[in-house]
């Protein structure tokens, strides 16, 4: 791409003030990123010409293409907004803002600030590797929440973000492998269900083949070669199918325009794996998509193909009548062919095509031509909008992405109420979900739901076509357990935000009592020793008290303290908090424990306290075997008079799972330890030994489970505690 070119692409509706300012931020961009070079060796500009291309190709307005050619000037030069802003004007400086990444990480002061974190001491002291993985994935996600919330003001901001992806994926291949595949894992999770979203499928169907060819090189070469020897074939068959359906529906008096439909690998890949099936037997491999000139000519299209050849049962689907929430207009049938093989059929008019090409660019494009699509852009705009109404409640970054998975990007499915109305929820919806959605009241005074006339619990998911009737209370809130992702009660990022506004509405001495006995049940439930002023300090809280206050209110989880313990422990240990494997004689190699100063050195693991790997450990040199590596809480440790012998270790690297015996208390009945097996086997945990004793009708498991980290551990004893009948289940403490 030159700038010849990309004057010569632009659309005839752009004014002359509108080209030359085009020409000068291509002239703005090629001095700002002078000497700059990409992977490749090219020079930097031809990436800036490359977006500003694809966004010329959805026909977007001419400023959106200037904040394309100057998208990286700020990231990666010594241009500021302000001179962004001087030279272009806010707008385009607004929509360059949006996609700039951070290069520092914000800070999040409990105290109500925020603030870069532009500490010379830390720019100026190398990082661990791990530690640098770490800091470059927070960035990396504070960088899409920052794009996220700006797209939820200004849409045109996703628009840039998308082309910026489609060109570096596009050119991907120059990168390290581990950076390829970053960034293409990231492309399938993140930005080709925003396209989707904004029904901007051109885009969509190339960033997942691209990304596809990274992520699963193997799967994504067997795909291609089956479509490439088949290639030849199937051209010949659709250019014949083409011409015999143009015949008999201009006999029935249907003017259509007809071509063949593009097979796009990613999906052929999820059909498969979805349905299960081999390559011949999808229904799409040969398809065609008929344009015809209004929407009753599209039901007139496909009572001639219905009547001509047999439909295929449960293949027809009415997009027309029922949209999808991206918007999506289309007929869709599958019928049998003249030569005995499927054949998929798209119908749908020309303005429906374009909607499905370009989704929410399309309004643009429609403008160009005087058509009045306002309507249909606000709906748009303002569905994204509403699937966000969270976003400014939420301040993780982590948790921000996450809610944007499952909010917005995720599937959705379609509930009735009692009364006939349609709610619209993301897939993997629960009933609580469904009751915050319909109002907050109903969620918080939620005890039980009933779909279809049955009773279910609270985790049930649910379907399209499901008629809920939620249960309340006169009075009372939510549950706290309704909080915890192990339990999977709330599905919803707007649920989570509505829960924990009622918990924030509280007396703080009641969130901070409720929010100390939930930390210190669930560290004593995980054999877990921790101050919690060193979890404050992690977690940017002035002390313990705003930390229990913000775990009681909902504003942290658990479960996040339990993945975050293993960090805390880095200067005592060097590997992280997962539990390893180990044999029946919990020997270990110099792999799975690092003494200190000593190379090569036999480690045994002491029987008396079972350390696991993630616990703060000590080494006692024995006579003759080594060293026998201790918890440092140890009960025979703590009382050992011969100091001189003990020595520093630190976990090695951790092999998959550990033996980790756990104790679970219960009042006896039939089909418990059935439970406890099938939570076990969903988890896929092994069981290495089991001890039942019975006492007046109390019963204790002793539970030996290999399990692969903490946080699996602690997802699994959760899920335990839940069951009927169960009143505790723990790690065993040592001593």
């Known amino acids: 791409m030159t700038f010849d070119k990309l004057m010569e692409a632009l659309p005839e509706s ?13 002239h703005f961009a090629e001095r700002a990123h002078e000497g700059q070079k990409r992977a490749s060796g090219e020079p930097y500009i031809t990436h800036c010409l490359a977006v500003a291309s694809i966004l010329v190709d959805l026909k977007v307005p001419p400023t959106i293409v200037v904040a394309g050619l100057l998208h990286d000037t700020v990231e990666d030069t010594d241009i500021t907004l302000e001179n962004l802003r001087s030279e272009f004007g806010e707008e385009v400086t607004r929509l360059v803002d949006g996609v700039t990444k951070l290069t520092n990480l914000p800070h999040i002061s409990r105290g109500g600030s925020r603030d870069r974190d532009n500490s010379s001491d830390d720019d100026s002291l190398p990082l661990p590797s791990d530690e640098e993985d770490a800091r470059k994935r927070a960035l990396t996600q504070e960088t899409l929440r920052k794009t996220f919330l700006a797209m939820g003001e200004d849409i045109r901001v996703v628009l840039i973000k998308l082309a910026d992806r489609l060109h570096n994926l596009r050119t991907l291949g120059y990168m390290p492998e581990n950076k390829r595949k970053r960034i293409a894992k990231e492309t399938l999770d993140i930005f080709a269900p925003l396209a989707n979203r904004l029904g901007i499928w051109q885009v969509k169907w190339e960033l997942e083949d691209l990304a596809f060819r990274y992520v699963n090189p193997e799967k994504f070469k067997e795909i291609a070669d089956l479509i490439a020897a088949r290639r030849v074939d199937r051209e010949t068959q659709v250019r014949e199918i083409t011409k015999h359906l143009k015949e008999v529906l201009e006999q029935e008096g249907v003017e259509v325009e007809i071509t063949g439909r593009p097979k796009h690998i990613y999906s052929i890949y999820k059909k498969m794996a979805e349905k299960s099936k081999g390559f011949e037997t999808l229904m799409d491999l040969r398809g065609v998509r008929l344009i015809v000139q209004d929407k009753q000519a599209c039901y007139s299209a496909l009572g001639v193909i219905h009547t001509h050849w047999r439909p295929i049962p449960h293949e027809f689907d009415d997009y027309i009548a029922a949209p999808k929430d991206n918007m999506y207009q289309s007929l869709h049938t599958a019928v049998i062919y003249d030569d005995g093989k499927p054949l998929e059929v798209q119908i749908r008019t020309r303005e429906m095509h374009q909607n499905a090409e370009f989704g929410i660019a399309a309004h643009w494009r429609y403008k160009e031509k005087g058509s009045k699509v306002d309507d249909a852009y606000e709906q748009r705009v303002n569905l994204l909008r509403r699937l966000m109404d969270w976003r400014q409640d939420v301040t993780d970054a982590q948790e921000f992405v996450e809610g944007m998975r499952t909010d917005v990007f995720q599937d959705r499915v379609y509930i009735f109420t009692p009364r006939g109305d349609i709610i619209d929820l993301p897939s993997g919806a629960t009933p609580v979900d469904f009751a915050y959605h319909v109002h907050t009241e109903i969620g918080n005074r939620c005890r039980g739901a009933k779909v279809n006339g049955r009773l279910v619990t609270l985790d049930y998911i649910l379907k399209t076509g499901d008629m809920v009737e939620i249960l309340t209370a006169r009075h009372g809130g939510p549950s706290r357990d309704w909080l915890n992702p192990n339990l999977k009660l709330v599905n919803t990022q707007r649920a989570r935000a509505k829960i924990r506004a009622w918990f924030k509405d509280q007396d703080r001495e009641q969130n901070l009592s409720q929010g100390k006995a939930v930390l210190e049940r669930e560290l004593r439930r995980l054999g877990l020793e921790m101050e919690p002023e060193n979890l404050a300090q992690t977690f940017d809280f002035r002390n313990d008290d705003d930390l229990y ?47 200190l100063g000593l190379r090569g050195m036999l480690t045994t693991f002491a029987r008396c306290c079972k350390p696991v790997q993630g616990d703060d450990i000590i080494g006692y040199i024995t006579r003759g075997r080594g060293v026998t590596i201790h918890r440092q809480d140890c009960p025979n440790i703590l009382r050992l008079n011969d100091r001189e012998r003990i020595i520093k270790v630190n976990w090695g690297a951790a092999p998959k799972t550990y033996p980790v015996p756990v ?17 076990l086997n969903e ?8 001890q039942l004793k019975v006492s007046h009708h109390l019963a204790y498991l002793t539970l030996v489970l290999e399990v692969g980290d903490i946080a699996q551990l602690s997802r699994v004893l959760t899920r335990i505690e839940n069951l009927p009948n169960v009143t505790e289940a723990q790690r065993m403490r040592p001593g």
Request: aromatic share 2%.
């Open 663 to 679: 104790l679970i208390k219960a009042y006896d009945r039939a089909g418990l330890m059935g439970d406890i097996s099938n939570i």
């Open 683 to 690: 988890e896929g945990i092994n069981i290495l030994d089991v």
């Open 549 to 595: 206050v913000a775990i009681g209110c909902g504003d942290i989880s658990v479960g996040r303290i339990v993945n975050k313990l293993s960090d805390l422990n880095k200067d005592k240990q060097d590997g992280q908090l997962v539990p390893q494997q180990a044999s029946e004689k919990m020997e270990s190699d110099e792999t799975s424990v690092t003494v």
């Open 14 to 26: 752009y004014s002359a003030v509108d080209r030359e300012l085009i020409l000068r931020a291509c």
